[in-house]
T-cell receptor, first 111, second 113 residues
Framework: ETGVTQSPTHLIKTRGQQVTLRCSSQ?????VSWYQQALGQGPQFIFQ???????GRGNFPPRFSGLQFPNYSSELNVNALELDDSALYLC??????????FGPGTRLTVT | AQSVSQHNHHVILSEAASLELGCNYS??????LFWYVQYPGQHLQLLLK??????LVKGIKGFEAEFIKSKFSFNLRKPSVQWSDTAEYFC???????????FGSGTRLSIRP
């Protein structure tokens, strides 16, 4: 176990809806990164937050947004869900750019 | 642009066989390299990492990897696999000036008991 927790475990949404995924970082970590892992593929970097500011973003549209709170927990928000957004969403926490520790993920299904 | 290539999508071995999974990366500067493992139904776990120093890195569960800078490679090895090594293995790179880890597409390892 890494100490990184994510909620919910599974989620089913309809196309066009909005979703919020949550992540609680490992104690002492100030950086959180979010990844999307489609079936049969490696995780794809969405964005990273460091001390509540976005610190890098991958090739994802603006409808993917995030927040990091003072206690270093984090949210990933996705608006106007599309079928292709169905994936496992992974959160990883770290101390700066050091080793990232991954949570168990949230499985999102868009129908 | 950074990229990571894993040459084998699916590897099938018998117990006690030796393992080598290939990984090549594309990045122009200093890199940190990782191998992660994802056991069925479990989250990603770090097997080993290379930041600097000895290019032969030893990780958990008897795994090791060798960083060959001239070949932009970071292959994963294990002398004798066990059935419990059945999992998905991901190679990943973090550029020194970047915030994101780039993952390869993964290699699924199946071990025949």
């Amino acid at each position: 176990e890494t100490g990184v927790t994510q909620s919910p475990t599974h989620l089913i949404k309809t196309r066009g809806q909005q979703v919020t995924l949550r992540c609680s970082s490992q104690s002492g970590h100030n950086t959180v990164s979010w990844y999307q892992q489609a079936l049969g593929q490696g995780p794809q970097f969405i964005f990273q937050y460091y001390r509540e500011e976005e610190n890098g973003r991958g090739n994802f549209p603006p409808r993917f947004s995030g927040l990091q709170f003072p206690n270093y927990s984090s949210e990933l928000n996705v608006n106007a869900l599309e079928l292709d957004d169905s994936a496992l969403y992974l959160c990883a926490s770290s101390w700066g750019t050091q080793e990232q520790y991954f949570g168990p993920g949230t499985r999102l299904t868009v129908t | 642009a950074q990229s990571v290539s894993q040459h084998n999508h699916h590897v099938i071995l018998s117990e006690a066989a030796s393992l080598e999974l290939g990984c090549n990366y594309s990045y122009g500067g200093t890199v940190n390299l990782f191998w992660y493992v994802q056991y069925p139904g479990q989250h990603l776990q770090l097997l080993l990492k290379y930041f600097s120093g000895d290019p032969l890195v030893k990780g958990i569960k008897g795994f090791e990897a060798e960083f060959i800078k001239s070949k932009f490679s970071f292959n994963l090895r294990k002398p004798s696999v066990q059935w419990s090594d059945t999992a998905e293995y991901f190679c990943a790179v973090l550029g020194s000036s970047a915030s994101k880890i780039i993952f390869g597409s993964g290699t699924r390892l199946s071990i025949r008991p």
